[in-house]
C-alpha cells in the first residue's frame, strides 16, 4: 500500500500580549450635515503617552490627537471610510478603520 500522506499541521494565530497597543475599532458611525458630531477613538496596552492620527475625515471634523477624540460639524452626505492609528512612545502602532456616514438629517 501507498504511504499515509502527512498531514499538515495549522500555523496558530499569534495572539497580542496584554501589553501590545491595541486600537479599538469604534464600529459604523453617524453624524449629521452641520450638526455637531463626536466620535471617541480608545486605545489600550502600549507605553504612554500615545498620539492619535486619522485620514479620511470629512470637512468639517478634526481629530485632537492627545485625547482620540474627533468632533466638529460635519459638511457632506455619503459614506466615508476613516482610517484612524494610534502611536505610543516606543514608536509601536495600531489601527482600525470604520465607516462614517453623513446624513441631511
Known amino acids: 500500500p501507498p504511504p499515509p500522506t502527512p498531514t499538515p499541521t495549522p500555523t496558530p494565530t499569534p495572539t497580542p500580549t496584554p501589553g501590545d497597543l491595541r486600537l479599538a475599532d469604534p464600529g459604523p458611525q453617524t453624524c449629521t450635515f452641520n450638526q455637531p458630531c463626536t466620535v471617541q ?16 475625515l470629512p470637512w468639517g471634523l478634526t481629530l485632537d490627537g492627545v485625547s482620540g477624540r474627533i468632533t466638529g460639524r460635519p459638511w457632506g452626505s455619503g459614506t466615508t471610510r476613516i482610517t ?21 438629517f
Not at 47 to 56: D, H, I, L, M, S
Not at 87 to 103: I, S
Open 84 to 104: 484612524a492609528t494610534v502611536t505610543d512612545f516606543t514608536g509601536a502602532t495600531a489601527g482600525a478603520a470604520f465607516a462614517l456616514t453623513l446624513n441631511w
Open 41 to 56: 477613538l480608545t486605545a489600550t496596552g502600549g507605553k504612554p503617552p500615545v498620539r492619535y492620527a486619522a485620514t479620511g
